[in-house]
């Protein structure tokens, strides 16, 4: 059997550091499958390809955590056109103005140094 | 569940170790023992009669080692089966299982937390999620909110009806001595509070305070001839359908559906049969969610069925009647407590909370973040 070369979270890394959002496409199953795995969740099979999302997708729930110090911030789920979830933060509009099916677009968010990128979504009509 | 025989096994003992803020330095495996030694009193067995041993905590990794070390005990069936808040109720299916296949005669489940007193961080540490934690989800608050999020959004699920349930819950709470708040509490104050995570204030959550107990059981045979009246198995389920929130399929549905689905077939009763609920309310959400996935009213309908003080005493259904996780008691993994409340009160030892005639009850688990769910069903001599 050959050895895995790189980690799933690895292969997703690498296209959040090209600005891309990945997920995996078990064709077996004809669905995505999120988060990133090395068998699909819906057949046990290890056939699973990497695909690019064109980025776009609807928040499917979300909340404003209010930490003891500092500002509240918005927690969502997204499910993005292609048929995964995932969670992220909706930005560019206050954190309790987010609503459930609101449209929104990916963009990739680099925090300081040393930190791996991340993917943040923003309104779709805004961006 | 297949194999599981409806009364084929009893609760005998029950009892709680200290709780709310301990004494310094006590330990979680302190307060097990302490839970164990009160719970075989309460049954009039001793140490040496136990050779089944179940157990779980956030503080041990391995605390079914530590445990039987502390007790002295080399037991010949072992379980420290760990799934968040709702284990114990996995523990009772395993050691009916294990009672049934006589692989033990009496098996103890205990549980024991100092979270209150060392620190939540120190006392259940988070694992790190690529996926999640850069998003500072504020866990299991935040996931909880979302679910919540999603069911108002869906179904008109008010803030009011969130705090309709946190209310009841401290009404019976001011009906129990050893619960941790002692004083009244309005929706006003409930929706006024300090904002955890919206629509959550921190009287939408679960305490935070040490504690701990025990559950001593056995065969239907073997309880007959004990101190107390025993307290049956009827009926066991349980449904895993994620670990994290972002994987949970529909956040207004849970695994309850399918858990309580489970152990009504194995009860053959039905919603209807049940006198009381204790249902675990690590969250304000979680109390509709369960009665309406445990089919006490219809999916969406789980808000009006708690306003008006429906599930408050002297409402129409008595749910969580020791004051629950958000009034009475919440170490971190709080499914045991529904055990010890549920057979409490079908042995009429409540006091001013007693529910008048109670014959059965569902003790219903949940863990993580709405991840595991697992339903006992428990009856008196009436049902068998």
């Known amino acids: 059997m050959e050895q895995i070369t790189g980690s799933p979270l690895a292969i997703y890394q690498a296209h959040l550091e090209r600005g891309e959002l990945a997920y995996q496409w078990s064709p077996e199953a004809d669905r995505a499958v999120f988060y990133p795995r090395v068998i699909c969740p819906f057949t046990g099979s290890g056939k699973l390809e990497w695909r690019v999302s064109a980025g776009l997708g609807t928040v499917y729930a979300t909340t404003v955590t209010h930490p003891r110090e500092g500002a509240p911030y918005n927690v969502a789920l997204i499910d993005c056109d292609e048929g995964f979830r995932l969670m992220s933060r909706v930005e560019g509009v206050a954190p309790e103005a987010v609503r459930i099916g609101m449209r929104v677009r990916f963009r990739i968010h680099r925090p300081d140094a040393g930190e791996p990128p991340y993917p943040v979504f923003v309104p779709a009509e805004t961006a | ?384």
């Open chain 2, 1 to 384: 569940m297949e194999g599981l025989k409806r009364g084929a096994a009893a609760i005998i003992g029950v009892a709680e170790s200290d709780l709310g803020a301990v004494a310094k330095d006590m330990s979680a495996i302190d307060l097990m023992a302490q839970g164990v030694q009160r719970a075989l009193a309460d049954c009039g067995l001793r140490l040496r009669d136990v050779d089944g041993l179940l157990c779980a905590t956030a503080q041990s990794r391995t605390s079914g080692l530590s445990l039987a070390e502390y007790l002295g005990i080399s037991p010949a069936f072992i379980d420290s089966t760990i799934l968040g808040g709702a284990s114990f109720m996995f523990h009772v299916a395993h050691a009916q299982a294990a009672l049934q296949l006589g692989l033990c005669k009496i098996a103890v489940i205990a549980y024991g937390s100092t979270q209150r007193t060392i620190g939540r961080r120190h006392a259940s540490v988070r694992e790190y999620n690529p996926y999640e934690t850069p998003f500072r989800p504020f866990l299991p608050s935040t996931a909880y909110a979302l679910a919540a999020s999603r069911h108002m959004h869906e179904f008109g699920t008010t803030r009011e009806q969130l705090a309709d349930v946190a209310v009841a819950a401290r009404e019976w709470a001011l009906l129990n001595p050893v619960a941790w708040e002692k004083k009244p509490l309005t929706i006003e104050e409930v929706l006024s509070a300090r904002m955890v995570s919206y629509p959550f204030t921190v009287r939408d959550c679960c305490l935070i305070t040490d504690g701990g107990g025990a559950v001593v059981m056995t065969s239907a045979e073997r309880a007959r001839s004990l101190n107390k009246p025993p307290i049956y198995v009827l009926g066991c389920g349980q449904a895993i359908t994620h670990a994290n929130i972002s994987s949970m399929p529909d956040l207004t549905v849970t695994g309850a559906l399918t858990s309580g689905r489970a152990a009504y077939d194995m009860a053959r009763l039905g919603p209807g049969n049940i006198d009381i609920l204790e249902l675990y309310d690590a969250f304000t959400i979680n109390t509709i969610l369960f009665l309406e996935d445990l089919g006490f009213c219809r999916k969406g309908e789980g808000g009006a069925f708690v306003s008006n003080g429906h599930i408050a005493p002297g409402g129409g259904l008595p749910v969580n009647t020791n004051g629950g996780g958000l009034s009475y008691c919440h170490p971190g993994m709080y499914g045991l407590f529904l055990l010890i409340e549920a057979a409490r009160q079908l042995r009429r030892e409540c006091g001013a909370r007693q529910v008048a005639d109670c014959e059965t009850a569902i003790a219903h688990g949940n863990g993580g973040v709405l991840s595991s769910q697992s339903t006992v069903i428990l009856g008196t001599e009436a049902t068998i």
